[in-house]
Nanobody, 125 residues
Framework: QVQLVESGGGLVQAGGSLRLSCAAS????????MGWFRQVPGQERAFVAA????????YYAESVKGRFTISRDNAKNTVDLRMNSLKPEDTAVYYC??????????????????WGQGTQVTVSS
């Protein structure tokens, strides 16, 4: 069983930056594909970014490509999401997610087995 705990959300002005972090425990972290998703009220959880177990492969939603960077530290069992040039439309609850060693359909939230509790990111205009 893998436990995920996010941190780093908050309030930032448009154009600013935030870094989200997700700490994992309870599994062989380097074998898990990790993803970040976000959700606003009334909408489905949306894919933001994913990273392979080794960290060699990263994937992004078109809406964040060039602004967000996902990274991981397998020695520390953490995965980060660095968010730059934030826009009001980036406002959402951000969730860290994990799945065992499979990159297929990485953009689908229903393919992830483990989820954090979420952290709020609010971008003011």
């Amino acid at each position: 069983q893998v436990q995920l705990v996010e941190s780093g959300g908050g309030l930032v002005q448009a154009g600013g930056s935030l870094r989200l972090s997700c700490a994992a425990s309870g599994g062989t972290f380097s074998r898990y594909v990790m993803g970040w998703f976000r959700q606003v009220p009334g909408q489905e959880r949306a894919f933001v970014a994913a990273i392979s177990g080794s960290g060699d492969n990263t994937y992004y939603a078109e809406s964040v490509k060039g602004r967000f960077t996902i990274s991981r530290d397998n020695a520390k069992n953490t995965v980060d999401l660095r968010m730059n040039s934030l826009k009001p439309e980036d406002t959402a609850v951000y969730y860290c997610a994990g799945r065992w060693n499979n990159l297929n359909y990485y953009w689908r939230s229903d393919n992830y087995d483990y989820w954090g509790q979420g952290t709020q990111v609010t971008v003011s205009s």
